[in-house]
């Protein structure tokens, strides 16, 4: 068993990041505005922006990294963070990721999600080697954005019930089987993630810590475990299958939708919603950014949907 690491994680204020190598950047014009702001004074020798979260961007992207760059450094959120994994692989580069905002988990994982054929694939990249964190910089992130990786940690909660469903319905294949211990610990993790939502909802230096520390052992139990069912199940294929909707499209921020469908997928399932609805908007999650009836729409061709696209069995599978 080859087990993936999560990054090293350093907390430093941007203006003492040195580096005397030829650097690449990859990230979006506000992001890299909000890292300047913040004190950040590399002088990269090429800066690029993925056009979307497609294969083909990133690869593109890729193909437009010069040689004699010697480091890559992803500064933004999500989607900068996966091109950057993306693009540093394909040159066989060291990378070293600064989030501008805890909006996802991706700053911690190994593989970097793209769209294809309106569900997410992950490509295996491996992990950055380092991720810098600039509290203060996250502070000032737009609040909506801000903590929004909380949706990874609170995803646990439909997860992981998704997970020992499938095990009780006999659809987990052998390396996905069901393990009472990794739910035990999942389920710490989202204790302990209802606890620090409001303090990383509101901006605060130690609660955004916190979030992160929460996020780097979700992500480390998955790489353990060599898959993502404890935070990844129904909650997230909602997600995925609304970015493929019409009426709601790519650009959103992921807990704009995440948010949503784990509050619906709760619901299936029969959780109580009530405190999962609190730490949502504790941690500033928007909760309007889909209407009701397009998630109405989608939830009615999801059971097809899920099946399309061969994701593992959950609540979303019996959806009648
Ligand atoms: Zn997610």
Redesign the pocket.
């Known amino acids: 068993m080859i087990c993936m690491a999560v990054p090293e994680i350093e907390t430093i204020a941007l203006a003492e990041v040195r580096d005397t190598r030829d650097v690449g950047v990859v990230t979006s014009g506000p992001a890299w505005a909000a890292a300047h702001r913040a004190g950040l004074h590399l002088a990269p020798a090429w800066t690029d922006a993925p056009v979307d979260a497609s294969e083909p961007a990133f690869a593109a992207l890729a193909a437009r990294c010069p040689a004699g760059v010697a480091v890559i450094y992803g500064v933004g959120g999500g989607l900068a963070a996966d091109a950057a994994k993306y693009v540093a692989r394909h040159h066989s580069l060291p990378l070293i990721l600064i989030p501008t905002a805890l909006s996802?988990?991706a700053h911690l994982t190994w593989a970097s999600g793209v769209r294809r054929d309106g569900c997410i694939t992950y490509l295996p990249t491996g992990a950055a080697q380092r991720v810098l964190v600039d509290t203060a910089l996250i502070a000032a992130a737009p609040p909506g954005v801000r903590a929004a990786g909380i949706?990874?940690l609170l995803?646990i909660a439909t997860g992981t019930w998704d997970w020992h469903h499938a095990e009780a319905r006999g659809q987990n294949p052998p390396e996905q089987a069901y393990l009472p211990w990794a739910a035990a610990l999942a389920g710490e993790i989202l204790a302990a993630s209802l606890i620090v939502a409001p303090g990383a909802g509101r901006g605060e230096p130690a609660g955004l810590l916190d979030l992160l520390r929460l996020l780097a052992l979700e992500v480390q139990l998955c790489n353990l475990l060599g898959h993502s069912r404890p935070e990844?199940g129904s909650e997230?294929y909602l997600a995925y299958a609304l970015e493929a909707h019409p009426a709601i499209g790519a650009g959103h921020a992921?807990g704009d939708l995440?948010g949503p469908a784990i509050i619906r997928a709760a619901t299936w399932q029969g959780q109580a919603v009530a405190p999962l609805h609190d730490a949502l908007v504790a941690a500033g999650v928007p909760l309007d950014r889909v209407p009701a009836a397009v998630l109405d729409d989608v939830e009615q061709t999801l059971p097809q949907y899920v099946r399309r696209h061969r994701l593992a069995f959950g609540i979303a599978h019996e959806l009648s």
């Open positions: 996802v988990d949706c990874d995803s990844e997230h992921h995440v």
